[in-house]
Nanobody, 117 residues
């Protein structure tokens, strides 16, 4: 089992920046793809960004060039830096850990990000 705890969400104005973090309860280095998903009211949960154990990244088209995912394996933490935020980025952001070659898949409790003036 891996417990994931997100932090850093909040309210930001359009065009602003926000960073969210996800701390894992144990080491995820080398074994887990880490990702950020989001779910807006009335919409399905969608992948925002993911990062492999080796650092390869993948982004949704809607956030590419504005968001950056990174991981610090020594701290068992993954980050999502969000710049040039738009109202349509408003959602609950969830951290995900997916173990390689396994069905193990863990979720955090989510953190609210609201982009509004």
């Amino acid at each position: 089992q891996v417990q994931l705890v997100e932090s850093g969400g909040g309210l930001v104005q359009p065009g602003g920046s926000l960073s969210v973090s996800c701390a894992a309860s144990r080491s995820v280095a080398g074994l887990y793809d880490m990702g950020w998903y989001r779910q807006a009211p009335g919409k399905q949960r969608e992948l925002v960004a993911s990062i492999s154990p080796g650092g390869s990244t993948n982004y949704a088209d809607s956030v590419r060039g504005r968001f950056t995912i990174s991981r610090d394996n020594a701290k068992n933490t993954v980050y999502l830096q969000m710049n040039s935020l738009k109202p349509e980025d408003t959602a609950v952001y969830y951290c995900n850990a997916k173990r390689l070659f396994s069905r193990d898949n863990f979720w955090g409790q989510g953190t609210q990000v609201t982009v509004s003036s």
